[in-house]
């Protein structure tokens, strides 16, 4: 009997102490995807460690409430990305009545209650990976959502005829987003991935547009985010055509930087970029490029060249969004190569 009474003691407390372990591992490697992060904003800090992240947009079944923190989770886990980044799904809807500039005044406002369902993936995420890592929501700026109202081709039509009028529709729009903006803050986000179009080459025939038109609120709602969040990244976005120059953007708010380096007339180094915005880079992996269709050696080459190129505070990532119908595998295999880029191994969760 005594013997017995030894061994379930000692039982007992084997697994007490594998337990405890466990959930040392589970908290170290929580601090450290945190930690990961954030010191990339500290240019004394040794780092063995390139962060990495990646994003797709998922099927409109996930896109709000909780199948989307479902969704998110779990291609998160998957792929052992170093942050959450949370998709912008609520696209303002298309008002087909919009066609001369002076129709920009009658802009709807939409107020909380348009946000909701985004709101809710917003706060059930931060609930369940915030303590794990560091969770950034995605914001189109005011002329993006200008463009999902009336179509981008509209919207830079009438800014070039008749600007005065949109500006008031842009306030409106940035009322709204701010609106969405702080509430995301109220409900604990470490952030926001700020995209930003409107100054890509030959957009606007006067560059004067998108600096008075433009940036301007682009800068209004970036602003509330550097002064309310620890960590921000400025995504200067070429989804709809490349930049000449990416000097406009160099006194934008964000922590981090992520653009494509490729201009119109050069490829600009990662060496270059970081020391034009005087910020960490994030980028690396053309987003229609080896890592949408590579076999996993072919990936692994192409992220130790990129990171053999990179800047030193670095994340690796694509430059704008990667295909929807992109093997998850695929960009596990990027995450991991980073992971192990300078001798520091970390295996994604199944």
């Known amino acids: 009997m005594a013997n017995r009474t030894t061994r379930r003691i000692f039982l007992n407390s084997a697994v007490a102490a594998t337990t405890a372990l466990t959930l040392r591992k589970s908290a170290s490697a929580a601090k450290n995807k945190r930690d990961t992060m954030l010191s990339l ?53 298309q008002i087909p009545g919009i066609k001369r500039p002076g129709d920009w005044k009658k802009m709807p406002s939409y107020k909380l209650d348009f946000y909701a369902p985004q709101l809710e993936a917003v706060k059930g995420l931060v609930k369940a990976a915030g303590k794990e890592a560091l969770v950034l929501i995605t914001l189109y700026s005011p002329y993006m959502c200008a463009g999902h109202t009336a179509g981008s081709a509209v919207v830079n039509a009438h800014l070039q005829e008749d600007p005065e009028p949109v500006r008031k529709g842009l306030e409106i729009i940035t009322d709204s987003l701010m609106l969405f903006v702080k509430e995301c803050i109220r409900s604990g986000v470490d952030g926001f991935y700020a995209s930003t179009q409107g100054g890509e080459a030959d957009t606007f025939r006067d560059p004067s547009v998108f600096k008075n038109y433009v940036k301007p609120f682009d800068l209004v709602l970036m602003n509330e985010m550097k002064r309310s969040c620890r960590f921000n990244i400025l995504h200067v976005c070429d989804y709809n055509a490349p930049y000449s120059d990416l000097e406009p953007f160099f006194d934008y708010p964000g922590h981090v930087v992520n653009c494509n380096p490729q201009l119109t007339t050069r490829r600009l180094t990662w060496k270059e970029i970081a020391a034009a915005f005087k910020r960490p880079c994030m980028g ?24 053999n190129e990179a800047s030193d505070r670095f994340v690796l990532a694509a430059d704008c969004t990667l295909p929807n119908d992109i093997r998850w595998e695929n960009i596990r295999t990027a995450i991991v190569a980073a992971h192990e880029f300078r001798g520091q191994v970390t295996q994604p969760r199944n």
């Open 41 to 93: 904003l500290d240019a004394g800090v040794h780092r063995n460690h390139i962060p990495a992240a990646f994003f797709i947009h998922f099927d409109a079944a996930f896109h709000f409430g909780q199948p989307s923190v479902d969704k998110h989770l779990e291609f998160f886990r998957y792929t052992g990305m170093d942050f959450v980044k949370i998709q912008y799904e609520r696209t303002f809807p």
């Open 284 to 307: 690396g992996m053309d987003r229609h490029g080896i890592i949408a269709s590579g076999r996993a050696e072919q990936i692994t080459a192409a992220v130790h060249q990129a990171l």
